[in-house]
Antibody, heavy 118, light 113 residues
Framework: EVILVESGGDLVQPGRSLRLSCKTS????????INWVRQAPGKGLEWVSF??????????EYAASVKGRFTMSRDDSEGIAYLEMNSVKTEDTAVYYC?????????WGQGTLVTVSS | DIVMTQSPDSLALSLGERATINCKSS????????????LAWYQHKAGQPPRLLIY???TRGSGVPDRFAGSGSETNFTLTISSLQPEDVAVYYC?????????FGPGTKLEIK
């Protein structure tokens, strides 16, 4: 069974940092790109970032709203993807989901809540 | 960036009725080399993660009932639910994966009348 579990969400002050994790099981992690998608309170889905597999050069892409502040990484040996969030802003408050896939996202985690507030 | 728009914003129908949700992209998401449209549809219920319904604009995801159908090409797409069921209450999103950022539409909220 394919499973993705996010963790690391917390209440954090503006300007601080936070690292989210996406722990996976049930599939060969190294074969799949991972994405982060977020949903702010009362809003729709917003694609945040993408990290490709090592076989495809580990390319990364980020939404303009987070570029330069957020960084993805992955540990293929552990089957975990990370989202390092630096210089967080109040507008980063959202439920963050990780999703598996290079183009469409066929499996998702349950999400982890990040609240940015002083 | 490719901007995705959806219509209507919300929809209230009776059980058994047909639901039609439209999605438009600001530029074509048809890749000429493979003649595929880089467009997906997701269903998102409150308190749950999004669920993949459709990819390549018209291919149903694993386990998706055949009452869900995707159609369209280039810049205009449609998600049709042929006979509305109680479990279909959700927000539906289209998403382009033609080029990053992989933008979502604003969503269409589907309710039972």
């Amino acid at each position: 069974e394919v499973i993705l579990v996010e963790s690391g969400g917390d209440l954090v002050q503006p300007g601080r940092s936070l690292r989210l994790s996406c722990k996976t099981s049930g599939f060969f992690f190294g074969d799949y790109a991972i994405n982060w998608v977020r949903q702010a309170p009362g809003k729709g889905l917003e694609w945040v970032s993408f990290l490709n597999t090592a076989a495809y050069g580990g390319t990364e892409e980020y939404a303009a709203s987070v570029k330069g502040r957020f960084t993805m990484s992955r540990d293929d040996s552990e089957g975990i993807a990370y989202l390092e969030m630096n210089s967080v802003k109040t507008e980063d408050t959202a439920v963050y989901y990780c999703g598996r896939g290079l183009r469409w996202f066929d499996y998702w985690g349950q999400g982890t809540l990040v609240t940015v507030s002083s | 960036d490719i901007v995705m728009t959806q219509s209507p914003d919300s929809l209230a129908l009776s059980l058994g009725e047909r639901a039609t949700i439209n999605c438009k992209s600001s530029q074509s998401v048809l890749f000429s080399a493979n003649k595929k449209d880089f467009l997906a549809w997701y269903q998102h219920k409150a308190g749950q993660p999004p669920r993949l319904l459709i990819y390549w604009a018209s291919t149903r995801g694993s386990g998706v009932p055949d009452r869900f159908a995707g159609s369209g090409s280039e810049t205009n797409f449609t998600l049709t639910i042929s006979s509305l069921q109680p479990e279909d209450v959700a927000v539906y999103y289209c998403q382009q994966y033609y080029v990053p950022p992989y933008t979502f539409g604003p969503g269409t909220k589907l309710e039972i009348k």
